[in-house]
């Protein structure tokens, strides 16, 4: 099956730098792609939805300006966490959907803030 | 837009009891809905889906799922729960376009007694 990869797997930064978290398609091409973030113990909350080629469309909530969502090209999506503070230590999770109605998960990014 | 709710928080059954899991969702057209599984600090993982066709649908692990239209449901069972079935659920829901969000639910967290 298709497979979607993330980088890195666990981040750890210092509070108010940025850490940037790439989503790759591997064997298929992917002009849209979803970010979501989970919460300990809680469930997938969607952020925004990535477009190659244009700007991201972002969630009722999700400040556009501290996660920057780039769709560079059709194999990848990169979403650039700004000025971290530590509410912002999540797990972020990709996906991309395939032709065949599916969507395809990233393993995630663990995020930790200090 | 769609929605999903999981009536259940947590659930705990004996190893070899059969097991349901809840899930209701809301959407106003024929939607895309799935179930998957999610070990603690692990990605997602897909159980089964369904799109159209017959409304019992078989997933891995011996999951199954049946769809009912009147009652926007889409519960999950397996007949006799194995130790390592201990997970966090989620049911989802998409819009029924390949390319578009899923939307998931609050997730059921199960326990499984030896």
């Known amino acids: 099956g298709a497979v979607v990869s993330q980088h890195p797997s666990r981040v750890i930064c210092k509070s108010g730098t940025s850490v940037k978290i790439e989503c790759r398609s591997l064997?298929?091409?992917?002009?849209?792609m979803f970010w979501y973030r989970q919460f300990p113990k809680q469930s997938l909350m969607l952020m925004a939805t990535?477009?190659?080629?244009?700007?991201?469309?972002?969630e009722q909530g999700v400040e556009k300006d501290k996660f920057l969502i780039n769709h560079a090209s059709l194999t990848l999506s990169t979403l650039t966490v700004t000025s971290a503070h530590p509410e912002d230590s999540s797990f972020y999770i990709c996906s991309a959907p395939s032709s065949s109605y599916e969507q395809y998960f990233g393993p995630g990014t663990r995020l930790t803030v200090t | 837009a769609q929605s999903v709710t999981q009536p259940d928080i947590h659930i705990t059954v004996s190893e070899g009891a059969s097991l349901e899991l809840r899930c209701n969702y809301s959407?106003?057209?024929?939607?895309?809905l799935f179930w998957y599984v999610q070990s603690p600090g692990q990605g997602l993982q897909l159980l089964l889906k369904?799109?159209?066709?017959?409304?019992l649908v078989q997933g891995i692990k011996g999951f199954e799922a049946e769809f009912k239209r009147s009652q926007s449901s889409f519960n999950l069972r397996k007949p006799s729960v194995h130790w390592s079935d201990a997970a966090e659920y989620f049911c989802?829901?998409?819009?029924?376009?390949?390319?578009?969000?899923?939307?998931f639910g609050p997730g059921t967290s199960l326990s499984v007694i030896p």
């Open positions: 990535s477009n190659e080629g244009s700007k991201a469309t972002y």
């Open positions: 959407y106003g057209a024929t939607p895309y």
């Open positions: 064997d298929f091409q992917a002009t849209t």
């Open positions: 989802a829901v998409g819009s029924g376009t390949s390319y578009d969000k899923v939307i």
């Open positions: 369904y799109f159209s066709g017959d409304t």
